[in-house]
């Protein structure tokens, strides 16, 4: 579904990303792990359209989408969290998932402003969408509350259904379990696997808690330095030596 | 028609000196603080007015005037930062912007309520008779305008890179925590750089008084045409506000007198809003630095 | 957001009816219709500022096309008043758009210089190429709607305070629906709006048109009202008193641009005998409004309301 091809960054004179080439399959839940520093961010950044690649391509479903803008992507069928949670603070958890129905939506100005019939309808449309989603996260009990005041768990959670509501193809979480305990770890996880099996989605996982990535993913790219040091099954990137040297320090990281 | 051209150019020359320090003074405060103190142009009017009323009304001796009209608009500019600018967290920027524009206003009223609406003016430096060039009519006030600038600007120009209390001031704009871990007292040198930027203006409306005399709703006029020389130099950058502000003195100048003298206030304004859409770094300045501002 | 503003629309739309009734003096009135006017300059401003988060220190020049274009079209080429509403509303939306393109791509103090700018730049092309130039021009006919003309205070006061509450239904609607939660979200995090497929640009485009075409009525509404024109209204200390009464009324509260409105209109007749006082007093009053009442007005009063509801449903509760 997604390839990356020869991709390179640098930022002045500092290589962030060297000859990186992997595949996200259809279906899998891919991960994309490394040690701090490794370009995993940088990567993000540049499928997500933050910023282009100095070479290389990203290809989804066939098509190159390396410079095009965020807003586009996030149209094409790509939608993500992010690391460091970028929630409608000001706005409840409802109308936070909302927003994600926008670009599914076309009412404008005018039709909103005189709240006309298909005004009406498309509200009334997304908020029952929005609530489904919430169902399906278990966080509709707390959809009138206002989303900062959620415990961070659920704020994560939360920013995985605005994700949703875009109906995306392929979502990107990026670390998604910074933040999170034991055992609101393993519950990510069990959602995970869950959107991937019952709604179709496609996952790209970044992160570094290795318990996590190891047990849900069934395909694993190993960055450092920036470039792609392993990339295969879970169990065989585990057994892999430069990934084990490239941790080390770490080795009670991986389980 | 060399005599016309003369005439236009001195005359761009004399009121873009003004542009010129005005835009030097914005660019002290920002470069201090990253604020944009729309107040500008009022610290020249309080200049001339203030001039006035020491020499004219008070008729006090030419230099203990200026230097009490010089003290006078410091002191202004001290009350302004402490009551307003201080209390404030730097960060709102909207609010910053409505506070500079909501003193212009008061220092506006004041000046109403003060001096009411005449124009005032003063005797001009030296009573001379006026110098012919190539047959355009050159006052020596105007001399006095553009060489008060010039000296004004090789000032500056020396405290900001040969003093350290200059230097000082330049790094709390970069970075106001790092200036403060070196022991640099931020606080200090905000208010330093109102009270220097004042004065700049000031200087500049006591020196132009004589020629155009001075009315107290000036200050939002100069204070955009000022910006616009700031902007077009290059924000932040000395040598790009004066280069700025000449530039738009003569452009005004010219219009008026070959194109039509009701557009020449719009010539600055399209000026600024070509380099804002354009280039808004400016002249000088680069983007990348441009972006780095915390803006 | 939502069940507050209907009471409140409907306490609003009770005082509008009956305000005539209240005082017949037509001096009261005609401050009331010119705080109505304002009114429809600060709402958009609000929705500008507060929701979309943009400045304009140009929205007299705004004003300022709706005021000539109507004026213009209804004398000149004798177009019915409405007609010159819409059409005055059509240029501001499309000087808007050119303007907002790259205005909108700047940031901060930047945008605020370039709306000056424009607003300026009006003033000088009104004074300059303007019919009458600096004196402007009068004889403009009066706001007529197929037929029946409003040339008494009274009529007029429902005509200006009927388009405040339109104009605020349709603003009320926009803010409570998928754009309004746009805006809000823009407010919080463009970067996930981007993420979620939205167009930023456009979005801030759309309002700053929109708060064009709010400010053009309120000028079509102004001519049609003084039948006289002229440049002397639309300047830049007018641009900054609109923004002055959105943020004294609040800017996140469409109710804090009427509030806002009333009181700087209100003003000037209190401070009648203070002439040489009143420029002083503006400055004196925003500056410490915005020392001390940074959110407006709207959000302190609702924050007493708040309060007061609270102990009286505490007291109710202790009594029961």
Same mark, same amino acid.
């Given at each position: ?129 929005? =609530? =489904? ?11 009138? =509350? ?12 939360? =920013? ?96 | ?14 009121? !873009? ?92 009223? %004041? %000046?109403?309520?003060?001096? !009411? ?44 890179n040969k003093t350290i209390i200059g230097k000082a001031m330049k790094a709390c704009a970069v970075d106001a925590t790092a200036a403060k871990l070196v022991g640099i007292n931020v606080s200090q040198m905000v208010m330093f750089s109102f ?37 077009? !130099?290059?924000?932040?950058?000395g040598r790009g506000a004066v280069v700025g502000g000449f530039s738009i003195g003569i452009l005004e100048s010219m219009t008026a007198g070959y194109i039509h003298s009701g557009l020449k206030d719009a010539v600055a304004l399209v000026i %600024? ?23 | 957001?939502?069940?507050?503003? +209907? ?83 059509? &240029? ?25 700018? #424009? ?17 402007? #021009? ?70 700053? &048109? ?82 001390? #009442? ?17 102990? +009286? ?8």
């Amino acid at each position: 579904m997604l390839t990356i091809k020869g991709i390179h960054k640098s930022f002045g004179g500092l290589t962030a990303l060297e000859d990186v080439n992997f595949s996200v399959k259809e279906g899998n839940i891919s991960a994309l792990i490394g040690p701090n520093g490794a370009g995993k961010t940088t990567l993000m950044n540049i499928i997500t359209g933050i910023y282009g690649p100095d070479k290389g391509e990203v290809l989804f479903l066939g098509k190159a989408i390396n410079n095009m803008p965020p807003t586009k992507i996030a149209n094409i069928g790509i939608s993500r969290t992010f690391q460091h949670l970028e929630l409608f603070s000001t706005m409840t958890v409802l109308e936070n998932v909302m927003v994600g129905r926008y670009t599914k939506t076309r009412a404008g100005f005018i039709a909103s402003g005189l709240k006309l019939p298909i005004a009406i309808q498309e509200e009334r449309e997304s908020k029952l969408k929005s =609530e =489904e989603i919430l169902e399906y996260m278990g966080l509709l009990n707390r959809k009138e =509350e206002i989303s900062s005041n959620l415990p961070i768990g659920e704020q994560r959670i939360l =920013e995985i259904a605005r994700a949703l509501a875009t109906e995306p193809k392929l979502l990107l979480l990026d670390e998604p379990a910074a933040g999170l305990n034991i055992k609101e770890t393993k519950a990510l996880g069990e959602t995970i696997m869950r959107i991937r099996k019952e709604k179709g989605i496609t996952i790209l996982l970044v992160d570094h808690d290795m318990s996590l990535v190891m047990k849900i993913s069934n395909w694993i790219t190993v960055l450092n330095f920036g470039q792609v040091i392993s990339d295969g099954i879970a169990a065989d990137v585990q057994k892999d030596p430069a990934v084990i040297k490239a941790y080390l320090g770490a080795e009670d990281d991986i389980s | 028609m060399l005599t016309v051209f003369l005439q236009f150019l001195f005359s761009g020359l004399t009121v !873009g000196s003004v542009y010129a320090l005005v835009g030097m003074g914005f660019n002290i405060i920002y470069n201090a603080t990253s604020i944009l103190n729309l107040a500008q142009g009022e610290f020249v009017v309080i200049g001339g007015l203030m001039m006035w009323f020491f020499t004219t009304s008070l008729k006090l001796p030419f230099l203990l005037s200026i230097l009490l009209t010089i003290l006078s608009v410091g002191f202004v500019a001290f009350l302004m930062e402490r009551l307003t600018i201080r209390p404030i967290k730097k960060t709102d920027l909207l609010l910053m912007i409505m506070i500079t524009i909501s003193v212009s206003i008061v220092l506006k009223g %004041l %000046l109403m309520f003060k001096f !009411g609406k005449d124009p005032y003016g003063y005797a001009p430096f030296t009573e001379g008779e006026p110098i012919n060039l190539f047959g355009a009519i050159i006052q020596e006030q105007t001399l006095w305008v553009i060489g008060v600038t010039a000296v004004c600007i090789i000032l500056l120009f020396l405290f900001f890179n040969k003093t350290i209390i200059g230097k000082a001031m330049k790094a709390c704009a970069v970075d106001a925590t790092a200036a403060k871990l070196v022991g640099i007292n931020v606080s200090q040198m905000v208010m330093f750089s109102f009270i220097l930027s004042a004065v700049v203006g000031a200087i500049g409306g006591i020196a132009i008084t004589p020629i155009s005399l001075m009315e107290y709703d000036k200050g939002p006029m100069l204070a955009v045409k000022g910006f616009c020389a700031a902007i077009l !130099g290059g924000l932040g950058r000395g040598r790009g506000a004066v280069v700025g502000g000449f530039s738009i003195g003569i452009l005004e100048s010219m219009t008026a007198g070959y194109i039509h003298s009701g557009l020449k206030d719009a010539v600055a304004l399209v000026i %600024l809003l070509l380099v804002l859409f354009y280039k808004p770094a400016g002249i000088f300045g680069s983007s990348s630095a441009a972006q780095l501002r915390k803006f | 957001m939502n069940q507050n503003n +209907t009471i409140t629309f409907l306490i609003f739309i009770l005082l509008i009816l009956f305000f005539p009734l209240f005082t017949a003096s037509s001096y009261n009135l005609s401050v009331a219709i010119f705080a109505g006017i304002n009114a429809l300059l600060a709402i958009g401003l609000c929705i500008l500022m507060g929701y979309a988060g943009q400045i304009s220190l140009g929205q007299a020049g705004f004003y300022g096309i709706g005021a000539y274009i109507s004026a213009i079209l209804s004398l000149k080429f004798g177009l019915p008043v409405i007609v010159s509403l819409v059409a005055a509303s059509a &240029v501001a939306a499309v000087a808007a758009m050119i303007l907002a393109v790259p205005a909108l791509r700047l940031k901060g103090h930047y945008l605020a210089v370039a709306t000056l700018g #424009f607003g300026e730049i009006i003033h000088i092309l009104l004074n300059e190429f303007g019919p009458g130039g600096p004196s402007g #021009f009068g004889d403009i006919p009066r706001f007529d709607i197929l037929g029946y003309v409003f040339d008494s205070s009274t009529s007029f006061f429902y005509l200006t305070w009927g388009f405040v509450a339109l104009i605020m239904l349709f603003s009320i609607n926009l803010i409570n629906s998928r754009t309004g939660r746009a805006l809000r979200a823009m407010h919080d995090s463009e970067v996930a709006c981007k993420a979620m497929g939205l167009d930023i640009v456009s979005l801030k485009i759309k309002v700053f &048109v929109l708060s064009a075409v709010y400010a053009s009525i309120a000028g079509s509404l102004y001519v049609h009202y003084i039948t006289f024109v002229s440049p002397s209204t639309f300047t830049l200390f007018h641009s900054v008193l609109i923004v002055m009464m959105a943020v004294i009324g609040g800017i996140n509260n469409l109710w804090g641009g009427i509030l806002g409105a009333i009181i700087i209109t209100v003003l000037p007749e209190l401070l009648r005998q203070f002439e040489e006082f009143d420029v002083l007093v503006y400055g004196l009053i925003l500056t410490l409004s915005l020392l001390f #009442f940074r959110k407006g007005l709207v959000p302190i009063i609702a924050e007493k309301l708040k309060k007061l509801r609270a102990i +009286t449903v505490a007291d109710n509760q202790r009594n029961t």
